[in-house]
């Protein structure tokens, strides 16, 4: 009998004599051609587009590669930590949406709000709640694998304590209103020193301020406050418009009483010099002829008040008075050409 449970024939067991034949002859070929095979597939690797690899030999660093495309390391020896160092990173803080883990645009709605994250108090000890998110990414891979244990817990600590300590630098107005920009630099300032310092290897792109509001039980004055600075911004605003369609209005016409008070004063600067220069030459002829200025003189006055006046009365040379009645102004002297 044989294995099979039945009596095989003489060529059943030539033939099987002839395969275990074949494959002892065969197996130890195929065997090391496999081992050869696995042990080439293992020496290779691929980097995409955007990726580093850190390769280490032996457990100590050896090189850095940048290059993509197909790589070749040491089997066994060789260890090999793809990075990838174009991928912008984000961590939210108070929220979390359902954006993937590397983006290039802002992040979405939110999905779920997580308040112990986001509420944090002010300079002026107000409490107020801030969901906000960093944007980063790899900028040394060496570091960011060796430097610092678990980089990505650690930078949302550090980022955490940074945005804490900058909030409580400002008031809760600052926060809520116009000064979120200066506290996003402030942010990004801070942690990036910090990166830098532990050498983390992460450069800090970005820091985002999603919504922050007052706690629910002060929501509400708040957002009276809010709607009356409002109120008062469209005052400023209107008064700050009327000043400017007035303001030069009120200018050009203190411009045209200067320039009016400018000509009266000239005219009458000249009218002075005009008097005075007739006065001098009038004094000349009066210091060459003074007989003949002074009859001239006294006939010019009287050419000039006779008309004017309604009853002439002449007194004689023995003092009586002798009332004249004209008939008009030129009975009296005759009238300038």
């Known amino acids: 009998m044989s294995r099979f449970g039945f009596e095989a024939g003489p060529e059943v067991a030539r033939q099987w004599e002839k395969i275990k034949r074949v494959v002892r002859r065969v197996a ?10 696995a042990l080439f597939a293992g020496s290779l690797y691929t980097l995409n587009a955007g990726e580093e690899a850190v390769i280490t030999r032996f457990g100590s660093y050896r090189a850095t590669v940048q290059d993509p495309g197909l790589h070749f ?26 954006e993937p883990a590397y983006l290039n645009t802002s992040p979405a709605a939110s999905e779920e709000f997580i308040e112990g994250e986001s509420l944090m108090l002010t300079g002026d000890e107000n409490l107020v709640n801030a969901d ?53 630099r402030e942010v990004m300032a801070d942690l990036q020193a910090i990166c830098d310092k ?20 002060v929501r509400e004055a708040f957002l009276d406050v809010s709607s009356a600075k409002e109120e008062q911004q469209s ?32 005219r009458r600067i000249n009218e002075a010099e005009g008097a005075v220069s007739r006065y001098k030459a009038i004094e000349a002829e009066y210091d060459a002829y003074p007989d003949i200025m002074r009859t001239r003189l006294y006939l010019e006055m009287v050419r000039e ?33």
Not at 30 to 36: I, Q
Not at 208 to 216: I, R, Y
């Open 198 to 217: 532990y050498e983390m290897g992460i450069l800090i792109t970005g820091v985002q301020l999603q919504d922050a509001m007052p706690p629910d039980p």
């Open 132 to 184: 906000w998110a960093i944007l980063y990414k790899v900028a040394h891979s060496y570091n960011f694998l060796f430097k610092v244990q678990q980089p990505e817990v650690t930078l949302g600590v550090i980022a955490e304590s940074a945005y804490r300590r900058v909030v409580a630098s400002h008031e809760l107005d600052d926060v809520l209103t116009d000064r979120k920009d200066e506290i996003q």
């Open 28 to 37: 130890p070929p195929v065997l090391v051609l496999g081992a050869l095979a």
């Open 305 to 337: 008040v006779l008309p004017r006046v309604k009853n002439v009365y002449f007194v004689d040379e023995s003092g009586e008075t002798v009332k004249f009645l004209p008939i008009g102004p030129s009975s009296v002297l005759p009238q300038q050409p």
């Open 73 to 98: 390391k040491w089997p066994f020896v060789d260890r090999v930590y793809a990075v990838n160092v174009e991928g912008i990173r984000r961590q939210e803080f108070g929220f979390r949406s359902n």
């Open 235 to 266: 005052k400023i605003n209107e008064a700050l418009k009327y000043e400017n369609e007035r303001l030069p209005i009120a200018r050009g016409e203190a411009s045209k009483q200067i320039n009016d008070a400018e000509a009266y004063k000239q």
